[in-house]
């Protein structure tokens, strides 16, 4: 599925980048040769950057009961 449809870059590609320790959604483009262009992409971006903050975390502990 295309994720940002002015440079076609997929959602592979995108969490790829994310996953790649990148921070922000201007270092997710760099790292896929892109810019972003009208911008209507930009708030999957950071959701998949955060995806990948959360699976390199890890699972929450539990709370003792």
């Known amino acids: 599925m ?3 449809i002015c440079n076609a870059l997929r959602e592979k ?3 790829a980048a ?3 320790d990148a921070r ?6 760099r790292r896929c ?3 972003p262009r009208c911008g209507k992409c ?4 950071a959701q998949k950057i955060e995806d990948a903050r959360m699976i390199e975390a890890g699972p929450l ?5």
């Open 42 to 45: 930009l708030t999957d971006v």
């Open 18 to 20: 994310a996953g790649d």
């Open 33 to 35: 040769g892109a810019r």
């Open 13 to 15: 590609e995108i969490e």
């Open 61 to 65: 502990p539990l709370a003792a009961e």
């Open 2 to 4: 295309y994720i940002c």
């Open 24 to 29: 922000t959604v201007m270092e997710v483009f």
